[in-house]
């Protein structure tokens, strides 16, 4: 700690000296024209005779990232938007004072410079300095065995020194945000509209989850930040907007693992006469789109182990998932007595009386989710945990619901949107008991959205996908936390 102050007031001295000498040392008057990727594209292919001849001449800038010096000349690494770029300064080249100027910078500092390409002895591409702009003084030294820290947290909490000097992480949220840009790309062209729907809402609905809760002080009234826009989505499909979307963030007051971060982005879409089986196939077609324009190739590795994304993908129903990975009895399934004394085999310690969907959502969590590595659609879910979800007409203790399971985690969560008003009504009452019981997660009632469903909603399908979980199985992240740019920490100590 000691060192770090000493090399902070060192760079305070440094700024004091330049201001001292007549240099702004966060100055705001240099355009950058071109990009260090640009001089790449352009220059990459020649030869040192060929440089030679070029009249190009490119206007950079960026942050200094390593230096060699040799007395009346160095090689600087420029980083900016575009990458790496050795840049080659000579006293001859740039002039006394620029070179001057030159000396007195630190690792770390923002530069301008304009100059000329060419090769060096080893046949690197480089540019020749003309001139040299200090645009902004660094009054932090950049970390040392960056590579090295064992404190991931560090690098969260610190992101913007985490994208500066690994170019990997940098490389992922470049990704990122590919992967929305080609997801919107590929609602738009179905015909989907995008929308956008509040993030405050007086009553939290569209999930079985916590809320985190505020209070608006004009209106006298709590709010809570959303926990899906589900219910706003499906009342535009109400009004007559048949295919909308939403790249969305939600808010849900839960636990934080390398799967979970309380704030989250999801692309949520409903598609008006539809069924959840055709949203089974429009997701295999749209992430295997995706997959293949980011990655190249619907054979990806997650974790060192190979994923295949070529369709078609397994189709199971949920109770057919649990006989064949949890080795059990069809029959064991059919009551909640026998499925609560096989849930206890397995080490789950659950309260009697639960319903026996829940019951069989615990033990599927179990014995099933780590299994599902490839892609697989689970089908048939029970209607006890799913209360927006359309009943089955043949079989009215399952819904027409599915969920995507890759790499072991679910990513998708789709279902035909249950259109009776009056089964509506019934679901959020048995919410509402559960929720005077103590379930935290139960679904409020929603006066409005029955109202809604009143004037008739259309036979619709929905479905909301893991943006965060997609971005982390195709840049192979190992965690949430590597794939959200802030992602939620404790407070620093």
């Not at 950079?60 to 010096?69: V, W």
């Not at 965690?479 to 100590?493: N, T």
Request: proline share 5%; net charge negative.
């Amino acid at each position: 700690m000691e060192e770090l102050n000493d090399i902070l007031l060192q760079r305070r001295e440094k700024l004091k000296a330049l201001q001292d000498e007549g240099v702004n040392p966060f100055a705001n008057d240099f355009s950058a024209r071109q990009t260090s990727a640009d001089v790449l594209a352009a220059h990459g292919e020649e030869d040192a005779a060929a440089l030679a001849e070029s009249s190009s001449e490119y206007t950079l800038a960026g942050r200094i990232m390593a230096r060699r010096d040799f007395g009346k000349a160095a090689f600087v690494q420029l980083q900016d938007r575009g990458g790496r770029l050795q840049i080659y300064i000579a006293r001859d080249q740039v002039g006394e004072e620029d070179f001057e100027l030159y000396r007195k910078l630190d690792l770390g500092d923002l530069i301008g410079v304009v100059g000329t390409p060419f090769r060096t002895k080893t046949g690197e591409l480089s540019l020749r300095a003309t001139r040299l702009r200090l645009l902004t003084k660094s009054l932090r030294p950049l970390p040392e065995k960056w590579h090295g820290l064992t404190d991931v947290e560090t690098r969260y909490r610190q992101r913007y020194l985490d994208l500066m000097v690994n170019p990997q992480v940098r490389e992922v949220f470049l990704q990122r945000s590919r992967i929305i840009s080609l997801i919107r790309d590929f609602m738009q062209q179905r015909d989907f509209l995008e929308v956008e729907t509040p993030m405050m809402q007086p009553i939290a609905g569209g999930a079985t989850a916590r809320p985190f809760k505020t209070y608006h002080n004009t209106l006298k009234m709590d709010l809570f930040l959303r926990i899906a826009p589900e219910l706003y989505l499906k009342r535009l499909v109400v009004g007559g907007l048949e295919r909308v979307f939403e790249v969305n963030r939600n808010f849900r007051n839960e636990g934080i693992s390398i799967q979970h971060n309380p704030e989250f982005t999801m692309m949520e879409f409903y598609q008006a006469y539809a069924t959840y089986e055709d949203l089974m196939d429009f997701t295999e077609e749209l992430i295997c789109h995706v997959t293949d324009k980011v990655c190249g190739t619907l054979k990806i590795s997650y974790g060192g182990r190979e994923v295949d994304l070529s369709p078609p993908w397994k189709r199971l129903s949920f109770k057919e998932a649990v006989v064949q990975y949890g080795k059990v009895d069809k029959e064991v399934l059919e009551t909640p007595e026998r499925a609560l004394a096989y849930a206890r085999t397995l080490g789950l310690e659950l309260e009697p009386g639960m319903p026996l969907g829940k019951i069989l959502a615990e033990i599927f969590d179990e014995v099933v989710e780590p299994h599902l590595w490839h892609p697989t659609f689970i089908t048939e879910y029970p209607t006890d945990i799913s209360p927006l979800s359309r009943k089955n007409d043949q079989c009215p203790e399952v819904v027409d619901r599915f969920e995507l399971f890759i790499v072991g985690r679910e990513l998708a969560n789709a279902f035909s949107e249950l259109n009776d008003p009056i089964d509506q009504r019934e679901r959020f009452v048995q919410q509402l008991e559960e929720k005077a019981a103590g379930d935290e997660e139960a679904h409020a009632m929603d006066e409005d959205y029955i109202r809604a469903l009143e004037y008739g909603l259309p036979p619709t399908a929905g479905e909301g996908i893991g943006i965060d979980r997609l971005v982390m199985l195709l840049t192979d992240s190992a965690s949430i936390r590597d794939v959200i740019l802030f992602p939620q920490l404790r407070p620093e100590k």
